[in-house]
């Protein structure tokens, strides 16, 4: 079956040296195949049309070529809400109206947090309030985010998950990981995780190619699409590339930019060249 892979920027900054490996690496992985750019864009707050437009002119540049029309994220919110009706009538999904000091400071009070990824793990302070003080707070206006019960969610799950990860072989699932991560927000119907998996669905992606720093993101990934009867990819996890300290490349490295490389001098043969794929 022809590879169906993806690059899914987020269009908050100028694409940099990491991007482009992981663009050229996806698109390496889909000869023969298909090779779709995504926009992640639901982040409006940060999300600029020049980022955009510099995203479509950076990837030109080194010489790749995708599919039209390029699906973005801010036009398909029906596709998220569907996804969290389906959440929602499962009874996995509760609202959290705990604002990120009261969570810090309930971590500190209870010492020896559990921890994730992305640091200690929510407390579950809202998951089990009385559903008429849910209803209540909720009609009043209260800004809430929809978090996932991820132990209830976790057992409707019949039998063990699984995922393959083609450079690492077979995971078993740990779809507590992240805790009960939000996948909402009042004003937003999806956070990255949910968004993602729907997505990737329905682009019919069979092979998610990403960064190895979102590998323990994929155990979530793999319970969301269990949830909602989704296709299971594979998936590939790369190297990242790093500046001469061994730190992850961001946004805010402008000197490494494509952009400010390009007005440097340098050619799309140089960048790749540099990350490795000539």
């Not at 908050?12 to 990491?18: C, D, E, I, V, Y």
């Not at 699906?71 to 109206?97: I, N």
């Not at 809202?126 to 209540?136: F, K, P, S, T, V």
């Not at 991820?150 to 699984?162: H, M, R, S, T």
Request: hydrophobic share 40%.
């Amino acid at each position: 079956m022809p590879e169906v892979t993806r690059f899914a920027p987020s269009p908050t900054g100028w694409l940099h040296l990491g991007h482009a490996y992981a663009a050229l690496f996806a698109r390496e992985k889909a000869v023969g195949g298909r090779f779709l750019i995504r926009l992640e864009d639901i982040d409006g707050t940060r999300a600029r049309p020049e980022y955009e437009g510099a995203i479509f002119e950076d990837l030109a540049w080194l010489g790749l070529e995708w599919e039209v029309p390029v699906r973005r994220q801010s036009d398909h919110f029906e596709d998220y809400r569907a996804a969290l009706a389906k959440l929602e009538a499962l009874g996995v999904l509760y609202p959290c109206f705990c604002t990120r000091r009261e969570i810090q400071e309930e971590i500190a009070r209870a010492g020896n947090a559990p921890q994730g990824p992305d640091g200690p793990l929510y407390p579950g302070t809202c998951r089990n309030r009385d559903a008429g003080e849910r209803a209540q707070r909720m009609a009043a206006g209260e800004q809430y985010a929809l978090r996932l019960d991820v132990a209830k969610a976790a057992g409707l799950v019949k039998g063990d998950l699984e995922w393959t990860d083609r450079g690492r072989g077979v995971f078993k699932a740990r779809p507590d990981v992240f805790g009960d991560v939000v996948l909402a927000r009042k004003d937003t119907p999806a956070s990255y995780h949910l968004a993602v998996v729907v997505d990737d669905a329905l682009q019919g992606i069979t092979l998610v190619t990403r960064g190895e720093d979102l590998l323990e993101a994929t155990h979530l990934h793999r319970l969301l699409q269990a949830l909602l009867g989704l296709p299971v990819p594979e998936w590939w996890h790369h190297r990242l590339i790093t500046d001469e300290n061994g730190k992850r490349l961001a946004k805010r490295d402008d000197a490494r930019s494509l952009r400010s490389l390009r007005a440097a001098g340098w050619t799309a043969e140089r960048v790749r060249e540099v990350v490795g794929k000539e």
